[in-house]
C-alpha cells in the first residue's frame, strides 16, 4: 500500500472502533459479530491513505470533483484489506458512509446495507461532529448525540421461533429451487477467475484426492449433472453404452470380490488373510497402473509402468 494515514484519521478510527463494539454489545443481534465490527471500524477509514493530502487537509468545502475523489476512500479501504479479512469486514468498510434513507455514497436502502456498516456509520458521524476539523470546530457531545436522533435503526420484523410475538424465522431451503443445479464450470467460453480455480482445485483435494474412501463415476454419459455414487449403494444397471468407474485416492492394490453379489463393500487389502471361496463370489486382485498411450513398443514390449516408478517424459 502507498501512503500513510495521519495521526488524527489514526486516533479517530480507534475511538471509533470504540464506540462501535459498544454498540455491538448492546444490540446482541444474531448478524451482528462484534469481532467484525471492531475490526471494520477500526480501520474504516484505511482508505483515507491513497487519497491526496490537499484533499483531506483542505479548510474549506471540497469542490464537486474533490467530493468524488474522497469518496473513492471507502472502496479502496475494502481494496487494501480485500485479501486479508472476511467480505463481511470489507463490505462494512465499503459501506460505511451508507445511510438507511438511500443518500449514501453508493444509494443503497436499508435492507442493502450490512449492519456492521450501519453501527461504523453513527459511529463515525458521531467522533467526526465531536472532533476539531480543518473545516469546523467541534461539536459538544450534546448537540451530536440531538443531530444522531434523527437516524432511525430499523426494527426487527423476525426472530428464532417467534420470540417476543415477532414473526418466526424461516429455513431457506422454502425459498431454493433445489432442481436447478446451476451452470457447469467446463465448457465455458471464458476461463474461471484465478481465485475460483483455486478453491475448486482444494475441493478436489479435499473431497476427491484425500477421501478416506473410493465411489463410483459413470462414464460415457451427457449432460452436466454428476454421475456418482458411494460404493455402498447398488449400482445401476449396466448397459452397453454406459460403464462405470471406480475412483480411489489410494494408489495401491487390493482384493475384490466380484459376479456373487453375497457381500457388502469395497474388498479388502492385499495385506488381509483373503475372504473364503465359494463357488458363487471370485476374488480378483485390482491394482493400479500408468499405461503410455498413443506409442510404439518392440515386440513383446508393454507401455505400462509401475505407478511407483519416475515417469517416463
Wanted: hydrophobic share 35%.
Amino acid at each position: 500500500m502507498t501512503g500513510t494515514l495521519d495521526r488524527k484519521t489514526i486516533f479517530h478510527c480507534i475511538r471509533t472502533s470504540l464506540y462501535a463494539v459498544r454498540i455491538a454489545l448492546s444490540i446482541e443481534r444474531e448478524d451482528l459479530k462484534v469481532r467484525n465490527v471492531w475490526l471494520a471500524a477500526l480501520f474504516h477509514d484505511i482508505g483515507k491513505a491513497k487519497i491526496p493530502k490537499q484533499i483531506l487537509n483542505k479548510a474549506g468545502k471540497l469542490t464537486a470533483e474533490e467530493m468524488l475523489v474522497m469518496k473513492t476512500h471507502a472502496r479502496k479501504g475494502a481494496e487494501i484489506l480485500g485479501s486479508r479479512l472476511p467480505a463481511a469486514i470489507t463490505d462494512a468498510i465499503l459501506y460505511h458512509h451508507e445511510n438507511i434513507d438511500g443518500t449514501g455514497y453508493y444509494g443503497l436502502g436499508s435492507k442493502d446495507i450490512p449492519e456492521a456498516a450501519k453501527v461504523i456509520r453513527i459511529c463515525d458521524v458521531y467522533d467526526s461532529l465531536i472532533s476539531k476539523r480543518a473545516y469546523k470546530e467541534p461539536w459538544s457531545k450534546v448537540e451530536a448525540l440531538n443531530y444522531l436522533k434523527s437516524i432511525v435503526w430499523p426494527e426487527p420484523t423476525h426472530s428464532k421461533d417467534g420470540h417476543g410475538g415477532l414473526l418466526p424465522w424461516e429455513p431457506i431451503w422454502k425459498y431454493l429451487d433445489f432442481s436447478d443445479l446451476g451452470r457447469s464450470i467446463f465448457g465455458r467460453k471464458k476461463s474461471l477467475a484465478e481465485k475460483t480455480m483455486n478453491r475448486i482445485a482444494r475441493g478436489l483435494e479435499k473431497f476427491v484426492f484425500n477421501n478416506p474412501e473410493p465411489f463410483i463415476v459413470q462414464v460415457n454419459h451427457g449432460g452436466d449433472n454428476f454421475r456418482g455414487q458411494s460404493i455402498h449403494e447398488p449400482l445401476p444397471t449396466v448397459t452397453s453404452k454406459h460403464d462405470y468407474g471406480i475412483v480411489s485416492p489410494v494408489m495401491m492394490p487390493f482384493i475384490d470380490k466380484s459376479y456373487g453379489g453375497n457381500y457388502v463393500g469395497a474388498g479388502s487389502s492385499v495385506d488381509e488373510p483373503i475372504h473364503t471361496v465359494t463357488t458363487v463370489d471370485h476374488n480378483r486382485l485390482v491394482t493400479p497402473i500408468m499405461i503410455q498411450y498413443h506409442s510404439e513398443t518392440s515386440k513383446n514390449g508393454v507401455r505400462g509402468q509401475q505407478v511407483t516408478d519416475p515417469v517416463q517424459t
